[in-house]
């Protein structure tokens, strides 16, 4: 019944290594984003895909790549890890069509890298 | 200077009491409004939008101010369960999330 999930819950890796995160949402929604969330608890927008489609790629590095099968599903591919991806990374999803579209948030991945 | 800013906190108030915090933004053009409230090692979970009007769902009630370009949030009665980082969220777009801006949060502690 989890309307965004993703997975693994905690990674933990060490340098240079290379991994993804998984994102699935079963609300039907249009949009798909990914989020980090620093030590300082600042949400900062990474990536957003509409039906497939890329449309928005924040300034990250290119180790980051989303890949979206499916509107239902927003992968993220690591390469290289360095200490500072260390964060909590959200998956959420937006409906997008008439009014205000609020976000909806998957539990968070917790990565660290050391 | 951020485009969403809030008072970081924290808010340490007694159970009962009532607490608003404000959000400033920067950004004119901005169309829709949110608060969402972040629990301790947890996702952000959407609280309420925020009308033109002012809205009111149960012991929160969120204004907006475009003239000054600030959201409030004012919760009355705190429980100890409100203990959590409240989030505003402005959206420069009206129907896509896509241009959603996140303020950095405030803390709220409700002690016994």
């Known amino acids: 019944d989890t309307a965004v999930s993703q997975t693994p819950k905690y990674l933990v890796t060490q340098m240079g290594n290379d991994k993804s995160i998984k994102c699935e949402q079963n609300?039907?929604?249009?949009?798909m984003y990914w989020y980090k969330q620093d030590s300082k608890k600042f949400l900062k927008i990474m990536f957003s895909?509409?039906?497939?489609?890329?449309?928005i790629n924040e300034t990250v590095p290119n180790r980051f790549s989303p890949k979206s099968p499916d509107k239902a599903h927003l992968n993220l591919h690591i390469n290289s890890l360095e200490l500072g991806d260390s964060a909590v990374y959200f998956c959420?999803?937006?409906?997008?069509?008439?009014?205000?579209?609020?976000?909806?948030f998957g539990n968070g991945t917790r990565l660290t890298v050391t | 200077r951020k485009e969403v800013e809030q008072d970081p906190g924290p808010f340490n108030v007694p159970e009962g009491a009532t607490v608003a915090f404000n959000c400033t933004y920067s950004n004119s053009a901005s169309q829709s409004f949110f608060w969402y409230r972040q629990d301790c090692r947890k996702e952000p979970k959407l609280l309420m939008s925020v009308y033109s009007s002012g809205n009111e769902d149960g012991r929160f009630t969120a204004q907006l101010n475009r003239a000054s370009q600030y959201i409030s949030l004012l919760i009355r009665d705190s429980k100890l369960s409100d203990s959590a980082t409240y989030l505003c969220v402005v959206n420069r777009e009206w129907s896509s999330a896509s241009k959603i801006i996140f303020g950095s949060g405030t803390r709220l502690s409700i002690r016994p």
């Open positions: 959420a999803s937006s409906q997008d069509t008439g009014g205000p579209s609020p976000l909806h």
């Open positions: 895909y509409n039906n497939k489609e890329l449309i």
């Open positions: 609300l039907g929604h249009d949009t």
